[in-house]
């Protein structure tokens, strides 16, 4: 036996299960303790202790974190005996809203045997537990219930790209309540449902070799095995060994919707801080083929996240054009129409984004197919309202195309950062104070639509953009009843084939496209996957893709 440590009071024996507790708290928290267990994985400031038998309650954790601030002097498989303080320690602080760890801290150190067989990992799949799809709340209890443990996933199947972090999300091959797996491998969130059953793997450092261009959304990783930890808001499995995986044989997609002497094309893309930097790391080599070859040179290509010319360099200078003109050239080489380019750029600092960046909405469009009205062009929301303070202005142009004019608002609202995490602490979470703003941005451009519609009966209005919220999401709702009425395309397809985007495993939409109801009628819609998925990207997003006969309000497709 070994001594409490000194100074402490309320010191006592407990087994690992005792000290964990059946809720997300431990019982025992600012006490300190006594209990025994096996090193089952060692970290760069603490190592994880198992109870090698358990209490057989599955509401109970087997398993802690000591905390030794540095390396520790232990080994797997060796049996300790451990006393110290027990701590509910928040990663990150208060402030994040995420759960408390359950840690041992300042803890004495007891050798009691080495070479202990591990104990048994849980298991994650067909041979052993699911976990629950039917809430955040329950997923939380179960991930609660096994921290810190020993966990397989069996057959474990990407549902994102390895990002910088060394994260993959998986699900386990087979799940049975997976009901948001859509036809390429992800799984796609719904109004209520934002897949909780999903797991996130930790790779440490070695496991990174060689490892990152390989792992797209359906990569097929062998049996993946470690332990459960807690950090930036979610559960993850945390795993320091090799692993062999399949590679996805996902494809990037190229549209099918293609330009024709009645039929115009528009699509939406966010080019992800598209600056002259991109130029050093392939992404403009990336993005020229996506939009020449994956998009087919769309008639108007509405961008956002456009840098000005020298990038984050914060000199004054907002212009884009340099930068523009240089992707206008490559695109023609690349057998995309030869553009023009169009914006208004921000005053110095005023739009957000990254410091220097300045950036922006703007249009590519072919003029060979249509025309930039005159004086048209503005930017929505600049004048003092409080809703686009430090927030990207919304761009309106007006294009001619086979004599009809086709008003075109380029958007991008306000980012959403800043909410509480879904395995928070709090539920359900807190979205940030965007959320509101998103929806007050969204008012002023549906009344910037109303007045459009009102001037003219018969006009013909598309909304597009990175709106940074959902199809099911109160600012869609609102410009969806702009204007006498808007039909957001994205909501039209299938449920689970709406997404854009890939969040933390769950496959979402924040990219829309909504066009007057007389378009609705002979519109299609495609949302051309090729970047989302796949851990080598030109931006984060997807884009979507129209194809819109504008004044043929009664033809057929």
């Not at 708290?25 to 038998?53: H, K, M, N």
């Not at 559960?235 to 995986?245: M, P, Q, S, V």
């Not at 023609?332 to 922006?360: C, K, L, S, T, V």
Request: charged share 20%; glycine share 12%; hydrophobic share 40%.
């Amino acid at each position: 036996m070994i001594a409490c440590l000194a100074g402490m009071t309320g010191c006592g024996a407990a087994t690992v299960p005792q000290i964990q507790g059946a809720g997300h708290e431990s019982p025992w928290a600012g006490r300190t303790v006594r209990t025994t267990g096996v090193v089952t994985a060692t970290a760069a400031r603490g190592f994880y202790l198992q109870d090698p038998t358990g209490d057989g309650d599955p509401a109970t954790s087997d398993a802690v974190f000591v905390f030794t601030a540095g390396p520790a002097r232990v080994s797997v498989g060796d049996r300790l005996e451990v006393a110290g303080t027990v701590h509910e320690f928040v990663p990150g602080g208060e402030r994040t809203g995420n759960r408390s760890v359950t840690e041992l801290t300042r803890p004495s150190l007891s050798l009691l045997d080495r070479g202990v067989p591990l104990p048994a990992e849980i298991v994650l799949g067909a041979a052993g537990r699911w976990p629950p799809a039917s809430g955040i709340g329950a997923a939380a209890d179960f991930f609660e219930s096994i921290e810190g443990m020993r966990v397989r996933v069996t057959a474990a199947v990407a549902v994102s790209p390895l990002n910088d972090h060394g994260e993959i999300f998986v699900r386990a091959a087979g799940m049975p309540a997976a009901a948001g797996l859509n036809a390429r491998g992800g799984l796609t969130i719904a109004e209520g449902d934002f897949n909780p059953e999903r797991v996130q793997v930790q790779l440490g450092r070695d496991t990174l070799r060689g490892a990152r261009p390989g792992i797209d959304v359906g990569a097929k990783l062998a049996d993946v095995t470690g332990v459960i930890g807690y950090a930036f808001g979610n559960y993850e499995l945390r795993i320091t060994t090799t692993f062999a995986y399949e590679p996805s044989t996902l494809e990037r997609e190229r549209t099918s919707l293609v330009r024709s002497a009645d039929k115009l094309t528009i699509a939406s893309f966010n080019a992800g801080n598209l600056g002259p930097h991109s130029r050093g790391d392939g992404r403009h080599d990336l993005i020229v083929r996506q939009i020449a070859v994956h998009l087919c040179g769309p008639d108007i290509l509405a961008l956002q996240e456009i840098q000005d010319d020298d990038g984050a360099a914060d000199s004054g200078h907002t212009a884009a054009t340099g930068l523009m003109r240089r992707l206008i050239e490559r695109l023609a080489a690349a057998g995309a129409p030869r553009y023009r380019y169009a914006d208004i750029a921000p005053a110095d600092g005023e739009d957000g984004g990254q410091p220097g960046a300045n950036i922006r909405a703007g249009f590519l469009y072919d003029p060979s197919r249509v025309t930039l009205v005159d004086g048209s062009l503005r930017r929505i929301g600049h004048k003092g309202e409080p809703a686009f303070a430090q927030s990207r202005k919304p761009l309106l142009a007006e294009f001619r195309f086979g004599g009809r004019r086709l008003a075109v608002i380029n958007v991008h609202l306000a980012s959403r950062r800043g909410s509480t995490p879904l395995f928070g602490r709090v539920r359900p979470p807190i979205v940030s104070a965007n959320a509101q703003r998103r929806e007050t941005q969204a008012a002023i451009i549906a009344a910037e639509v109303d007045r459009i519609a009102t001037s003219d009966a018969g006009a013909e209005i598309v909304v597009l953009g990175d709106f940074n919220d959902f199809d099911f999401s109160p600012p869609l709702r609102i410009l969806g009843a702009a204007g006498g009425g808007l039909v957001n395309l994205v909501a039209t397809l299938p449920e689970r084939e709406r997404y854009t985007y890939i969040y933390e495993g769950n496959s979402q939409a924040l990219d829309h496209v909504l066009v007057s109801e007389s378009l609705a009628a002979t519109a299609e819609v495609d949302i051309v996957h090729f970047n989302a998925e796949f851990a080598v990207q030109s931006s984060d997003h997807d884009p979507v893709l129209v194809r819109l006969r504008p004044g043929n309000r009664n033809a057929g497709p």
